[in-house]
């Protein structure tokens, strides 16, 4: 599975952006999906995670209510909607592919994840 991530730009603060990731394979549908960011000088941190079915989504304390992850298998994309862009938002932002139809918490642990897309930058300025 081959991931390409796009959208990433740069926005004000209280803007919005869409990132969109696109996976090549015939078996995007039954993956979970997860973004996850790192900005400079940390680590990379979990964001938002998918299920295989879209049924269930799971969210960082500090996007929810701001983000929303979305899926189109028909299509073998995912989705980050960011509104309300903050400064602290500003990284690169990577989407991965977890090989089973898991739904949980534990999508957001780095580890569970196979495949993972070449990141796009985001840039929040205040």
């Known amino acids: 599975v081959q991931l390409q991530a796009s959208g990433g730009g740069l926005v004000q603060a209280g803007g919005s952006l869409r990132l969109s990731c696109a996976a090549s394979?015939?078996?995007?549908?039954?993956?979970?999906m997860g973004w996850f960011r790192q900005a400079p000088g940390k680590e990379r941190e979990f964001v938002a995670a998918i299920n295989w079915s879209g049924s269930y989504t799971y969210y960082t304390d500090s996007v929810k209510g701001r983000f929303t992850i979305s899926r189109d298998n028909a299509k073998n994309t995912v989705y980050l909607q960011m509104n309300n862009l903050k400064p602290e938002d500003t990284a690169v932002y990577y989407c991965a592919a977890d090989r089973t139809t898991y739904s949980g918490s534990s999508l957001g642990l780095k580890f569970r994840y196979d495949y993972w897309g070449q990141g796009t930058l985001v840039t929040v300025s205040s």
């Open positions: 394979g015939r078996t995007f549908s039954l993956y979970a």
